[in-house]
């Protein structure tokens, strides 16, 4: 069973830095794209930042020059780090494997699921 486990959210005033970590229970050299999105109360949930197996990183406007997104393969953990955080930056994240992007070794195919973390909250206040 694949799972996604993030930590490192808390609670930060405006200006300060948080990281943030995602480790997956299967080998990540098997996966080809993941990613962090966010969800703020009442709004839907949007993408923060993704990165490739060969380290192509894309961001959102909003968080770009400001967070970084980066994998340790030796640990299977995928990191955003989040810097200047703003109280707008408030949202619970969650790290995301999705749909295609996992080689199933077992199944010679790729998997046809969308994987979650459970989220974990992030507080900026001003």
């Known amino acids: 069973q694949v799972r996604l486990v993030e930590s490192g959210g808390g609670s930060v005033q405006a200006g300060g830095s948080l990281r943030l970590s995602c480790t997956a229970t299967v080998n990540i050299l098997n996966i080809n794209t993941m990613g962090w999105y966010r969800q703020a109360p009442g709004q839907q949930r949007d993408l923060v930042a993704t990165?490739?197996?060969?380290?192509?990183?894309n961001y959102a406007d909003s968080v770009k020059d400001r967070f970084t997104i980066s994998t340790d393969d030796a640990k299977n953990t995928v990191y955003l780090q989040m810097n200047s955080l703003k109280p707008e930056d408030t949202a619970v994240y969650y790290c995301?494997?999705?749909?295609?992007?996992?080689?199933?070794?077992?199944?010679?195919?790729?998997?046809?699921?969308?994987?979650w973390g459970q989220g974990t909250q992030v507080t900026v206040s001003s």
């Open positions: 995301n494997v999705p749909r295609g992007a996992l080689f199933l070794v077992s199944r010679g195919a790729f998997s046809t699921y969308d994987y």
């Open positions: 990165i490739t197996r060969r380290g192509v990183t």
